[in-house]
């Protein structure tokens, strides 16, 4: 996988950043220049150039309040994994700069250097993720332990007079307040990044919400708990932060035990002890569509030898991930939204899909409330065998929602 990612401004076309990620070299100053020219070109004869497709490459051009312009080139990734990606790059930067700000266009260029060393370091890593993470979503943890820490969560949430609040273990988000998953996909998934691209100092951040609050500030403050743990809140201007670690302190003081139990579930990245598995299952993949969420999991007791396994699972995780951006793609096309003449939205999309190659099979089983099961399976699994085995193991792990906090 090769990107390019160049920011400019939308009138003059002045460079302020770019960056890359892949074997690839630099693009020179012309190249970037005639590709911005097109662009413009486009532009004034009141076109709108979006995006072109060559025979490995895919170009995106997207203009942001009409104050910047990104350039997206993509080697092997599709428009819409290029589209998610670009509103990811522009809205970190509205992370630290508001909307306001950035429509004076005299002074976008200047006041986005200096604040290069706030939101740069969350696009290298939206870039150095791309090939591990599901663009979109938040990369979370199934654990039957998640119960009683959200109980204790949601203590806190009152306790320091913020809806939003989270806790994350080992870059993984573990679980989240009501307000927390209201917030949109956008601003959670680049908190998170701010969080784990941050130096651990910077634990008492101001930040604009680019989705829920582009022009009032808040603080997005992190606090370290039991074992691995990192409590983080959204909240105004009180309380402390000293008040903040204090309230934290006191009421997860007794929960080492289930974050070192939630820290051995992420080590081994298996499906909780409580659900039965299936040896024709290898790994498994959660998500929900409404939530953005997902998980992914490995099935210990598959019935491949250490050898196939190890041979398969070298590339299993890219696999099931290109099979998920090839769903998530033709849900995208398969939603037709139509309006007859009383103006009613009528909506399409795929409810079960499967994928056969040469070395393994994927299945993927949906439901009415957007939860997305994917199971990789060996290639002798029949197609209908992969239905009955994922929705089996799809059944047990809802029906212990409670526990898992799913």
């Keep these: 996988m090769t990107i390019h990612v160049m920011c400019l401004t939308a009138d003059g076309g002045l460079p302020i950043f770019t960056r890359k990620k892949g074997e690839c070299e630099n693009l020179p100053f012309s190249t970037v220049a005639s590709l911005n020219g097109v662009h413009m070109f486009f532009k004034s004869m009141g076109v709108c150039m979006n995006s072109t ?21 993509g080697r092997n990734m599709s428009e819409n994994k290029l589209e998610l990606l670009s509103d990811l790059v522009f809205n970190s930067l509205k992370l630290f700069v508001n909307s306001e700000d950035l429509k004076n ?5 200047d006041r986005l250097k200096r604040e290069a060393k706030q939101y740069m370091p969350i696009v290298d890593r939206l870039l150095d993720s791309l090939a591990t993470d599901i ?3 938040n990369d979370c943890i199934l654990s039957t332990d998640n119960a009683q820490l959200l109980m ?12 939003f609040c989270c806790i994350v273990v080992n870059q993984k988000l573990a679980v989240g307040t009501e307000g927390w998953w209201d917030l949109d996909i956008i601003d959670r998934k680049l908190l998170i990044t701010l969080l784990i691209s941050a130096d651990r100092s910077q634990n008492d951040v101001p930040v604009y919400l680019p989705k829920k609050s ?17 409590l983080c809140v959204i909240c105004g201007a009180d309380p402390t932060y000293q008040d903040i670690s204090n309230i ?10 289930i974050m070192k139990n939630i820290e051995r579930c992420i080590t081994k990245n298996f499906l909780p002890e409580t659900i039965e598995s299936n040896v024709n299952i290898l790994e498994i993949v959660l998500l929900n569509k409404v939530t953005k969420k997902y998980v992914f999991l490995k099935n210990p007791e598959h019935s491949l030898s250490e050898q196939q396994y190890s041979i398969l699972g070298q590339n299993s995780l890219e696999n099931i991930r290109i099979f998920i951006d090839q769903m998530l793609d033709a849900d995208d096309h398969l939603v037709k939204t139509r309006r007859d003449e009383h103006f009613q939205t009528i909506s ?8 056969l190659s040469e070395n393994y099979n994927c299945y993927a089983h949906c439901d009415e409330h957007g939860n997305v099961f994917l199971g990789l399976f060996s290639f002798q699994v029949p197609v209908y065998a992969m239905k009955i085995f994922s929705e089996k193991i799809f059944k047990a792990i809802i029906s212990q929602e409670r526990s898992i906090c799913w």
């Design 53 to 73: 497709i060559s025979e490995d490459w895919t170009l995106l051009w997207k203009d942001y309040e009409s104050a910047i312009t990104l350039i997206l080139c």
């Design 105 to 109: 266009s005299t002074k976008i260029v």
């Design 135 to 137: 663009p979109g979503f």
């Design 152 to 163: 204790k969560l949601d203590e806190f949430s009152v306790q320091c007079d913020s809806l």
């Design 214 to 230: 582009s022009n009032t500030a808040y603080r997005f403050v992190s606090v370290p708990i039991a074992g691995c743990g990192i």
């Design 248 to 257: 934290a302190q006191n009421i997860f003081r007794n929960e080492a035990e």
């Design 348 to 355: 399409v999309t795929c409810t079960n899909q499967h994928w």
